[in-house]
């Protein structure tokens, strides 16, 4: 099947998608090598998350840090020996305590690219230095967008390789206040969309070089493809539509509670770090929500910002619980969308649907 005519394959340094599709890094542990291997291998770009990637090594509890760089490097291998030639990536939060570190050992893995959120990445270029390793960051307004290429341009003398711009539908820590969240219309964030579109094309014209846009957050099928298509994106990213398949790195039961989820159990939630998340909600956080403090394991140092005494549950205990199938004790982060779930697929006939 090929794309429709508007859609252009993404060029990630000499390698070329057969479809303009990034699966959208889902941590903890939901999209591992085994899902951004598959990706690679049908032909998007395949991205594995590093957020406490290391979570199922022997020594996590003891060395956090060490266990999660372990597993960078052996994620990587296991999805290139899924898909050698396919490009693969990580998606790798600003937020992390370890995130240089992060960083430098998806370089080493061998990474395709470097998708950074969870904030500005204002030190990756410095961080990947003189690799062959394409960044991008991820951003969600306009201003945004200004912010981080305007630093790269003055600072390293360059610009980004492609942007994601993720919407207010997408799952899991968004880049939105609150109240900005039930501001955003189809038509407002359009226009958005548009804005930043712009705001990447004339810092292309400066260096001369193309620079792919693409829109993330609530796009689960063909619709909604070809919908940001028509703005003038130049490729997609996909999260919640791969949770549901065969190939995606967690638990089964974690998989049919989005099949299961209606879209009234799909809410906003707060995080322990104060931002604005999209979950699924179960026992565990309607303990949360009433108010309940909930007890944790020693601080495992996911993030840079975090006071372990005043939280009031462990961001890290709760995604493990979830990806490990305990649903009614984990945190179920999703896109809007996840409603819409209906069974288990495979990774080839989703990215068939959603270019039909």
Not at 152 to 180: M, N, S
Not at 336 to 347: F, G, L, N, R, T
Request: charged share 25%; aromatic share 6%.
């Amino acid at each position: 099947m090929k794309c429709e005519a508007n859609m252009k394959n993404l060029k990630i340094g000499e390698k070329i998608t057969r479809f303009p599709l990034i699966q959208g890094g889902m941590g903890v542990g939901v999209s591992l090598g085994r899902l951004a291997g598959s990706v690679a291998k049908e032909g998007g770009i395949g991205i594995i998350s590093t957020a406490q990637i290391g979570y199922r090594e022997p020594d996590f509890d003891r060395n956090p840090a060490e266990a999660n760089l372990r597993a960078i490097e052996g994620e990587m291998k296991k999805a290139r020996k899924i898909s050698p030639d396919g490009i693969i990536g990580y998606n790798i939060m600003t937020a992390l305590k370890e995130y240089a570190a992060h960083v430098k050992a998806a370089v080493k893995a061998g990474a395709d690219i470097i998708i950074c959120g969870a904030g500005l990445p204002t030190e990756l270029p410095a961080l990947t230095g003189e690799s062959s390793v394409k960044i991008a960051p991820i951003v969600s307004t306009d201003r945004s967008a200004k912010v981080i290429l305007k630093y790269w341009d003055r600072k390293y003398k360059r610009t980004a390789d492609l942007v994601v711009i993720e919407g207010p539908l997408a799952g899991g820590h968004l880049g939105f206040q609150r109240e900005e969240l039930s501001g955003y219309t189809e038509e407002s964030y359009g226009e958005e969309i548009k804005k930043i579109i712009s705001t990447v094309k004339s810092y292309g014209e400066k260096y001369q070089v193309q620079i792919p846009v693409v829109v993330a957050g609530g796009i689960y099928d063909s619709e909604d493809v070809r919908k940001v298509m028509a703005l003038g994106a130049d490729g997609v990213q996909v999260a919640t539509r791969f949770v549901t398949t065969e190939e995606c790195d967690a638990d089964i039961r974690y998989k049919e509670a989005y099949i299961n989820a209606s879209k009234e159990d799909i809410q906003i939630v707060k995080s322990p770090v104060g931002m604005p998340g999209r979950a699924i909600i179960n026992p565990m956080m309607k303990r949360v929500m009433s108010g309940e403090k909930i007890g944790h394991t020693p601080c495992h140092g996911c993030l840079a910002k975090c006071s372990p005494s005043q939280i009031p549950y462990c961001i890290t205990d709760s995604l493990i619980e979830a990806v490990k199938g305990n649903i009614e004790k984990g945190l179920l982060f999703c896109g809007a969308k996840a409603y819409k779930s209906d069974k288990i697929e495979k990774v080839s006939d989703v990215i068939q649907s959603l270019f039909v």
